[in-house]
Structures are given as C-alpha cells and as structure tokens.
C-alpha cells in the first residue's frame, strides 16, 4: 500500500523559508514522478512543482519558479519542497503526490497516490 506523509509544514512571516517534506512507503518510485500541488480555500488545486524521480528532470509552475526548489532523496524515499522568499499567496494546504505518467505532469488526475497535506500559512 502506497503511502505519502507530508511534514515540514507551519506558519511564517512574508520573506521568509519553510521546507516540506514528503515521505513515500509501500511501492517501488524509481519511475514515478513526484509532485507538489496546493489548495487554497475557494480556490482550485494547482500544481506546485514536479521531479522525475528517477532522472531528477524538475518543472515548476511560473508563480514559484525562481523561488521553490523540489528536490529527493533517494535513500530515504523522500521529496523535498524547499519555499523561499514566500508570499501571503502562497498560503494553502500542500499536497505530494506520486504519479507513473512518463514524465513531470502538472495534471492532478494523472497522479495516483495522495498525502493528507500539510498547512503552509504566510502572513503579511
């Protein structure tokens, strides 16, 4: 059984950093890819960023590129999303997610498995 438990997130000024994690169990991730989604109240699930994990091949969507960096650690089993400079909208709940689409897919129906989420809160 496929399991993903994210961590890492909390509350933290506008400006500043905050790294989650996602810890995958229970499959074989060497051809999935791993991505980053995130839901704001009233507002649509959106996709965050996204690595192959097998190749490392990374994407990002334009409102966090230059600021977010994904990242894995294989041994561990674990995706990373490190947020920095963050903004008051970037405020929402952060979902990882394992997908066995062939490369990084900003689609969330593409993704299989998800975790519960973790609350990312930035005040302004």
């Known amino acids: 059984q496929v399991q993903l438990v994210e961590s890492g997130g909390g509350l933290v000024q506008a400006g500043g950093s905050l790294r989650v994690s996602c810890a995958a169990s229970?499959?074989?991730?060497?051809?999935?890819?791993m991505g980053w989604f995130r839901q704001a109240p009233g507002k649509e699930r959106e996709f965050v960023a996204g690595?192959?994990?097998?190749?490392?091949?990374?994407d990002y969507a334009d409102s966090v590129k230059g600021r977010f960096t994904i990242s894995r650690d294989n041994a561990k089993s674990t995706v990373f999303l490190q947020m920095n400079s963050l903004k008051p909208e970037d405020t929402a709940l952060y979902y990882c997610?394992?997908?066995?689409?062939?490369?990084?897919?900003?689609?969330?129906?593409?993704?299989?498995?998800w975790g519960q989420g973790t609350q990312v809160t930035v005040s302004s």
């Open positions: 997610a394992a997908s066995n689409w062939i490369g990084v897919t900003w689609v969330a129906s593409r993704y299989k498995y």
């Open positions: 229970g499959g074989t991730f060497s051809t999935y890819s």
């Open positions: 690595i192959k994990w097998s190749s490392g091949r990374t």
